[in-house]
Every structure is written in C-alpha cells, then in structure tokens.
C-alpha cells in the first residue's frame, strides 16, 4: 500500500519471471492489500500477476470474475499444465493467512518496498511460521526504514550525513510561523524535504521558498487524498504523481557541488553470504560511479553498522575538493531494492559476474541459510 507499490509489482514479476525459468525453482505470486491498519495476503493466478499495476491487480482481487469459457479451457488442459506447471497459479484469489503461507512455500522473496515490507513488519510476521526470507532481518529494516533514524546513527558513529530535522505535524500546525523561523535559521533556503518512511524518490522535493514549504506541509498533513492544486502546482507535481500523507516529514540540507572539483551522485549495491564458520561476508559492487577502494569501504562500514544482511543497496553524494579531499555523504539506505530489469543493481552485478538468476538465487541462498543457522541455535 505504499506510494511504492507499483514498482514493487514490477520487481516481484521480474524475480518470479527469473525463478520460473528454471529447473530448481516453483515460483507462486502473492499480492498483498491492504493499508497502514491492516492488510491481507492473496494467492494470485498468473493472469492477475500480470495487470497493468498493483491497483489494477488489487481491484481484479476484490471482484474476481472468472470467466466460462476461460474455466473451460483450464480444464480441458488440465493434464498439460499438472506436468509442466503449478496448478496454484490458475486457481482464484485466495486470501491466505502466514500459517497458511508456511505450509505452501519453503521461502519468501518479499518484492515490496516501503512499508510493510521495507520495515521489519512482514519479516516478523515470517518469523513466527518460521519462513526464511530475502533480505535484512526485521530489526535492521526498522532502522533503514526510517531515514531520519538512519541519518542519526550514521552521524553518531562518525559518517557524514545531510543536517536534518524531523517535522511533526503538530509541531507545524501549533505554530506554523515559529517553526518556519526556525528552519530559516537552522537551514536557510533551498532544503529538501522527504517523507521519513518511503521510497527513495517518492515525495522528494528541493524547496526554495517560505511558499513552497508552506504547500509541502499543507499537502503531507492534507487529511484525504485529494491534492490542494494551488499547492500541487507550486511544486510541481505532476498528474498520477504519488504523494503520500503522513504525520511527519524530513527537511535536510540540500547537498551541492560547490566549491568542488567533482560531484557524483553514487548508488552502490551489495550481496552477503555466509563463510564456512558462519560469519557474513559482504561483497561491495562498484557502484554507479566509480570510486577508489577507500570509498567503497565506507559504504561497508555502514553496512555493518546496521546490520544489513541479504543484499540492498545504499545511495550517497561524493564531494571531491579541489585540493582533492574525498567526503562521502550518505543520502538514503534500501534494504529491498528495486528488482526490475532495469535496476542497476542487476547492472552492478554483472561486473561481479552474476546473471540475473544468479544474483537472486545468492539472494535466497542466504536466506535459507541464516534460517538454518538460527535453528540450530
């Protein structure tokens, strides 16, 4: 139910596309629906997988239809698709409970980014029926979830971060005025503002002006889904554009090149695996900007630093100096990256030598591993 569900349908064809091609591997499509309250988890056939986006899909669930002739046709190929298919993936929607799940599935390759994928709440819920997973364990993802925590224990623990401040809503509506002085004080114009909880680039806007922050909050805190348009055209957005309501938000410093020879912005991707003793190995990929071995150690560093596990990718700006200081600065952390074709973590890891395939099946491996280690403790 996140501003990033449409992509998430995306990545979870692209990983079932990848899975169902081989031999090894029986792939079933689950969609879950739901909102911040509560949600549910469907089985899906294949045909419903692949709608146009995650509302079509979702709508499809709730006034399934099939039709007569299509029945037909199932069942005259009944035969044909008992050997070379999954019968799951031709019967109706099913709602399926976790202790359910547990009983059809051996693991779970969780497609969602935000939340609740992205942040801790389905891994526990897979923990108690026992399943592994893909992916950082439930406690990592709550921190990487929330941005402004994540910005907190980097700068705590020595890494460079944008200045940032979290804004409630009752902060800005008890005193609106107040609150904007102090951000001028403390920040000055341009600053980005970005929802705490959400995708990489849902919601992410540079803000100029006192107008502009004004409509930033107005439509954040809005109370229904509707758009103020006077507030929407000042920033900019666009028709369909995604724009969450929540109850707080982050204002950072906008991170610029100036007064530097160079300025990138990186994104660096990243795969575990356990050694022969059970510790984690984590293989840096070059990231979309190439960087000396110093730098992509920092990225590993605060991979460590909150415990990162599985694969997931960190985005960062690079300042180099004209006297040729390099600084690193940590913008956001996905422990569920993006998984369609088009990603560049595929790309990155390409130069490590792994297919498309292969990079998933590490993915998986890992998890059923670290489910067997915890196990056997």
Same mark, same amino acid.
């Given at each position: 139910?996140?501003?990033?569900?449409?992509?998430?349908?995306?990545?979870?064809?692209?990983?079932?596309?990848?899975?169902?091609?081989?031999?090894?591997?029986?792939?079933?499509?689950?969609?879950?629906?739901?909102?911040?309250?509560?949600?549910?988890?469907?089985?899906?056939?294949?045909?419903?997988?692949?709608?146009?986006?995650?509302?079509?899909?979702?709508?499809?669930?709730?006034?399934?239809?099939?039709?007569?002739?299509?029945?037909?046709?199932?069942?005259?190929?009944?035969?044909?698709?008992?050997?070379?298919?999954?019968?799951?993936? +031709?019967?109706?929607?099913?709602?399926?409970?976790?202790?359910?799940?547990?009983?059809?599935?051996?693991?779970? $390759?969780?497609?969602?980014?935000?939340?609740?994928?992205?942040?801790?709440?389905?891994?526990? !819920?897979?923990? /108690?029926?026992?399943?592994?997973?893909?992916?950082?364990?439930?406690?990592?993802?709550?921190?990487?979830?929330?941005?402004?925590?994540?910005?907190?224990?980097?700068?705590?623990?020595?890494?460079?971060?944008?200045?940032?401040?979290?804004?409630?809503?009752?902060?800005?509506?008890?005193?609106?005025?107040?609150?904007?002085?102090?951000?001028?004080?403390?920040?000055?114009?341009?600053?980005?503002?970005?929802?705490?909880?959400?995708?990489?680039?849902?919601?992410?806007?540079?803000?100029?002006?006192?107008? !502009?922050?004004?409509?930033?909050?107005?439509?954040?805190?809005?109370?229904?889904?509707?758009?103020?348009?006077?507030?929407?055209?000042?920033?900019?957005?666009?028709?369909?554009?995604?724009?969450?309501? /929540?109850?707080? $938000?982050?204002?950072?410093?906008?991170?610029?090149?100036?007064?530097?020879?160079?300025?990138?912005?990186?994104?660096?991707?990243? +795969?575990?695996?356990?050694?022969?003793?059970?510790?984690?190995?984590?293989?840096?990929?070059?990231?979309?900007?190439? @960087?000396?071995?110093?730098?992509? +150690?920092?990225? @590993?560093?605060?991979?460590? @630093?909150?415990?990162?596990?599985?694969?997931?990718?960190?985005?960062?700006?690079?300042?180099?100096?004209?006297?040729?200081?390099?600084?690193?600065?940590?913008?956001?952390?996905?422990?569920?990256?993006?998984?369609?074709?088009?990603?560049?973590? $595929?790309?990155?890891?390409?130069?490590?030598?792994?297919?498309?395939?292969?990079?998933?099946?590490?993915?998986?491996?890992?998890?059923?591993?670290?489910?067997?280690?915890?196990?056997?403790?």
């Amino acid at each position: 139910y996140s501003s990033e569900r449409h992509i998430s349908v995306e990545s979870g064809r692209n990983v079932y596309e990848k899975l169902s091609s081989t031999e090894q591997y029986e792939p079933v499509p689950y969609f879950l629906a739901g909102n911040e309250q509560a949600y549910s988890l469907y089985r899906i056939p294949i045909n419903l997988m692949l709608k146009d986006n995650a509302d079509d899909i979702k709508e499809k669930i709730l006034n399934y239809n099939q039709h007569p002739v299509i029945k037909k046709i199932i069942d005259q190929c009944g035969n044909v698709t008992q050997t070379f298919a999954n019968t799951f993936n +031709l019967n109706p929607p099913e709602k399926t409970l976790f202790e359910e799940l547990a009983q059809q599935v051996k693991i779970v $390759f969780i497609a969602l980014h935000g939340r609740p994928g992205e942040d801790g709440e389905l891994q526990l !819920q897979l923990n /108690k029926v026992g399943l592994p997973f893909n992916g950082s364990r439930a406690e990592s993802s709550k921190i990487t979830i929330d941005k402004f925590q994540t910005n907190e224990l980097l700068a705590q623990n020595g890494f460079k971060v944008a200045q940032h401040y979290k804004l409630t809503e009752e902060e800005w509506r008890n005193n609106p005025s107040a609150t904007e002085e102090k951000i001028l004080k403390e920040f000055g114009f341009p600053i980005i503002a970005k929802p705490v909880d959400d995708g990489c680039s849902s919601a992410v806007k540079i803000i100029r002006n006192e107008n !502009q922050l004004h409509a930033y909050a107005e439509l954040i805190f809005r109370q229904d889904d509707t758009l103020n348009p006077a507030a929407a055209g000042l920033l900019k957005i666009k028709d369909k554009e995604e724009f969450p309501r /929540k109850r707080y $938000f982050l204002i950072e410093s906008l991170i610029s090149g100036e007064n530097c020879k160079h300025f990138l912005e990186i994104t660096g991707g990243m +795969l575990t695996t356990y050694d022969e003793t059970g510790n984690i190995h984590y293989e840096i990929f070059e990231p979309s900007e190439t @960087l000396h071995e110093g730098d992509i +150690l920092s990225l @590993l560093r605060a991979a460590q @630093l909150l415990n990162i596990e599985g694969y997931a990718r960190i985005d960062a700006f690079v300042r180099i100096t004209n006297d040729n200081k390099v600084e690193v600065v940590f913008i956001e952390v996905n422990s569920l990256p993006g998984m369609t074709p088009a990603t560049c973590i $595929f790309h990155q890891a390409a130069l490590n030598q792994y297919k498309p395939f292969e990079f998933i099946e590490k993915i998986l491996e890992f998890g059923f591993k670290r489910n067997q280690l915890l196990l056997t403790k």
